[in-house]
């Protein structure tokens, strides 16, 4: 196969992660309104945790790192998701309980740069800032696949497993939970005055988004089969943040556009540019600017996104909530006046 | 000091001795009443007398510094205002809170206590039950909105509403979660006059349902016409209780706040 069809599934691959990584961002910031600036910390985790637990026991392998289970996919995955999600409900207790926004925004991010040294600098956890790498690659000793194939397989898996996170994600914004996150996006004194737990469902969106977070970072590791503190500088939160900020912020087609625009074409297909000669690296901080530049424009111009939130409006309003068989009964009782 | 009017007994609601300050501004200085259950209340005093504020605290939306309240028999001192909300108490706010990024009648679906389409596992696991439910508030949402006139408004996004409206759409948001207490800030302020009698009758027909009604109010029309009991507050104290024809002979309560108001000929 042509280099350039195995760039081409590697931005297939990274479309997809991203929209995942999107959706988690979307139900915590778009749909609850919590600021996790923290958010790229709960992808690290499950890339960490998927890598770590699919390695073999780490004597003789030259790295060093806990765990060590031989886990096979997609067992491995699902634990990077599910300890993503553990941390989280850690991440909320701390942070989420009584604080203001801005202020869960400043602790958030704190708590991430604190996570990021402990992961650069503690060489027992995942091997320091060296990282995991030789991580064993998922199915392809099971499908024979060469390092090639395993790209156009994996990326093609990812895009899989997105549409069925997506299924789930909808399934979750269209119910009444989706709709009592909203509420108290738009406002958490009148969700409380409501009778609405507002600490217990910001923790339910916390784990729900943490978990694709986790979901998303395991993906990583398994595509490179390397993840080390370089692949997710506290700063590439904001590229997610821009993703459903480009996209349309509570609007999964939406994220899926922000994530073509912006991390496929901003983040991923530049790096693939030959480097202007002379000036090594130019190219990668030249899509850095224009991400921030993008992000400027669309808050100055079009805040809601390129794919706006659509109102939920009633009929679909109630399908929504269910999604489920006896939807037609539903419309009959809502449609008479 | 305390409420001599109304017993215990007879009180949905109610406080003694209630103290709030902002940074030394003494918002609430000992307020002390009863709410008579299944009645309506009218709360007045003058600007920044602490009704809102009191209101606030009533809610659980904020904590006294001093003093305590109790919703029917339970002690409800210092809980969070969704424990309140949960034993049945709901207010509306001055300024109108509508979840603005909500169209009218996803604000009233909000509005219902443990939804089973509120929990995960049943999203998934029980759809039959969370669709049922559904139905069942749906219909119950769009007659509420029917009886208060915001039927045909149901899917405009509730921060387009009108100020009228959106007085509306809190009232009927409130009334969805089907209150045994509800505290009305100002519900007719900045209402035009045929909306303020519609508003007066609705509020009547919650006291026929058995709701009991606190409401803060400036205009003592309205508060003549469909208030049983009044209370009123002045710098954060009760300065007097009982019915609004009693007040009028109060001095002290004339000289406070009724008497500019007389003066004016605001009462017919
Ligand atoms: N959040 C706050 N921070 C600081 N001061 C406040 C706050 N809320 C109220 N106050 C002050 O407390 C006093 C009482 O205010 P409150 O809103 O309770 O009055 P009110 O009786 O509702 O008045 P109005 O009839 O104008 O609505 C005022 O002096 C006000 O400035
Ligand atoms: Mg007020």
Redesign the interface.
Known sequence: MSAFWLYVFTLIFFLFDYFILAMGLNIQYGETGILNFAYIGFVAIGAYMTGAVSMPNSVGTGQHYILGLNMPFPFNLLVGGLSAMVVSVLVAFIALRRLRTDYLAMVLISLSLVFYDICNNYVPLFNGADGLYNVPSPLAGVLHLTTNSFTVVFALLTGVISLIMWWIMSRITRSPLGRTLRAIRDDDGVAAALGKSVFRYKLTSMMIGSFFAGIGGGLIIQFNTSFNPSAWLPGETFVVFAVIIVGGVSNNIGLLVGSLLVETMLVHLVAFLPAIPGHPGLILNIAAMMIGALLMVMLWFRPQGIVPEKLRRSPAAVAAATTSTDYAGIDEGVSHE | MSDQSVSRADSALGCQDLTKSFLGVRAVNGATFEVPRGQITALIGPNGAGKTTVVNIL???MKSDGGTMHLESTETTNW???KI??LGL??T?QLS?E?????V??NL???P?D??????FN??FR??R??????AH??RA?EVLRTYGLYEL??S?ASDLSGGQKKLLEIS?AVM?GPKVLLLDEPMAGVNPALIERIGGYILDLKAQGVTVLMVEHNLNVVEKICDHVIVLAEGRTLATGRLSDLRENKEVVSAYLGEVIDAGAIS
């Open positions: 809610s659980g939306l969070e205002s969704e909300a949960r709901m207010r706010f809170r979840l603005g990024g909500l169209t009648l996803e679906l909000v509005a206590h939804q089973p389409g509120e929990k995960l999203i998934f759809p039959g969370v669709t049922k439910a559904e139905k749906v219909e769009l149901r899917d996004r948001r979660a």
